[in-house]
């Protein structure tokens, strides 16, 4: 095949409606040009990572417009860009899994034109992790109507399926989707660079362990705690197995 020939198809020539509008020719200038690549294997890099920066970018701009929807207690509406925002953590999630069909040799090739670089110089990760105090500010004032009800009443003593339940539901997925994000990743580079290797940084990447059991708003994960607690009585003590058939007699007499 004629690759400059291609190469030029693939550039388009920025003059249509279309390319107009979308900016496609400094969009598709965003990445190497593929004489300019090390390996075949670092354009996917690029594009997997810049990809993932422009969900980021969605998810941000469509949570401020969350919490704007939440000040003015517009749950439906909320609850429909909480979904946006879900699928965009999802879709980052399964993203992740394009780099396994990198091998780890070509990989190492592309981490050598890396710098110190690090994953937590994001930005669409930096604004991301800054968002939940804000966010959990508004759920607190709005739905938890000042601090005045509770998160246990909303999701156990005045348990209503209503609005705050919804509402903190979507919080916690946000959470969760977060941590899936994290747990992926964190396979991911041990498929790329192995278990116990050191970051750009030279620090090992068991420090992004911590990262994996953050909770950015623990208040959503302790209630369920609580209620288990409370529902199921002390942790630790045995529970008698349940019987067959719960009507008979654990030891039926013999006669
Ligand atoms: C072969 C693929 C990848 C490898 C080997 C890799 C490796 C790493 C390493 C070693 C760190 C820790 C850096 C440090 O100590 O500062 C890190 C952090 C990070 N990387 Fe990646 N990464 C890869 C792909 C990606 C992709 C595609 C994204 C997309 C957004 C990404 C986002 C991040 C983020 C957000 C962090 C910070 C995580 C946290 O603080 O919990 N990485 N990565």
């Known amino acids: 095949m004629d690759r400059q020939a291609y190469k030029k198809l693939m550039r388009g020539n920025g003059q249509l409606d279309y390319e107009i509008y979308l900016n ?3 969009l598709l200038a965003c990445q190497k040009e ?4 090390c390996n075949p294997d670092e354009m996917q890099f690029m594009i997997v990572h810049q990809i993932e920066e422009l969900w980021m970018k969605l998810m941000a701009t469509t ?13 439906f509406k909320a609850l429909t860009l909480f979904r946006r925002v879900h699928i965009c953590q999802e879709m980052m999630s399964q993203q992740l899994t394009l780099l396994e069909t990198m091998s780890p040799k ?9 710098g110190n670089g690090s994953g937590q110089e994001s930005p669409g990760f930096r604004v991301l992790l800054k968002m939940p105090k804000d966010l959990w500010e508004t759920f607190v004032d709005v739905y938890l109507e000042g601090g005045t009800r509770t998160v246990d009443q909303v999701y156990d003593t005045d348990y209503r399926h209503d609005d705050a339940y919804m509402i903190a539901e979507a919080l916690a997925e946000f959470d969760e989707q977060f941590q899936k ?8 580079i041990y498929r790329s660079i192995g278990v116990g290797a050191k970051s750009l940084k030279g620090r090992s990447v068991e420090i992004l362990d911590e990262g994996l059991r953050y909770k950015m708003f623990p208040e959503l994960w302790q209630v369920r705690a609580d209620m288990t607690d409370r529902w199921g009585g002390t942790y630790g003590k045995v529970r008698d197995k349940l019987d067959v058939k719960t009507s008979e007699p654990k030891h039926p007499s013999p006669h």
Do not use: C, K, V, W
């Open 24 to 26: 496609t020719e400094q």
């Open 34 to 37: 593929p004489e300019d690549l």
């Open 63 to 75: 949570l401020l417009d969350i919490d704007d929807e939440m000040r003015a207690r517009n749950s």
């Open 106 to 114: 070509d990989y190492q090739r592309i981490r050598l034109l890396l």
């Open 181 to 188: 994000f994290r747990g992926d990743h964190m396979q991911l």
